[in-house]
């Protein structure tokens, strides 16, 4: 029983870090998140004309970043 309740506190936690930003980019144009859960965090553009774009963010390396959309 408690390892049941151990395993949903885990995936409430790791929702909770998939919604919450880390660093927020303010543009002309958009709003910018880059999402807290570790160790391939999601990144979120909202545009101000309406659109949004949502995708998972993965490290080659160190100093580069590609985005899967």
């Known amino acids: 029983m408690a390892f049941t309740v151990a395993i949903y506190l885990f995936r409430f936690v790791n929702l909770l870090r998939a919604k919450t930003p880390k ?8 709003k910018c998140l880059l999402m807290e ?3 391939d ?3 979120e553009v909202c545009f101000y004309e309406g659109k949004q774009l949502y995708s998972e ?3 080659l390396c ?3 970043l ?3 959309i």
């Open 23 to 30: 660093v927020t980019l303010y543009s002309d144009k958009a």
């Open 37 to 39: 859960n570790d160790p």
């Open 41 to 43: 965090p999601d990144f």
């Open 57 to 59: 963010v993965y490290f």
């Open 62 to 64: 160190k100093s580069t």
């Open 66 to 68: 590609v985005f899967f």
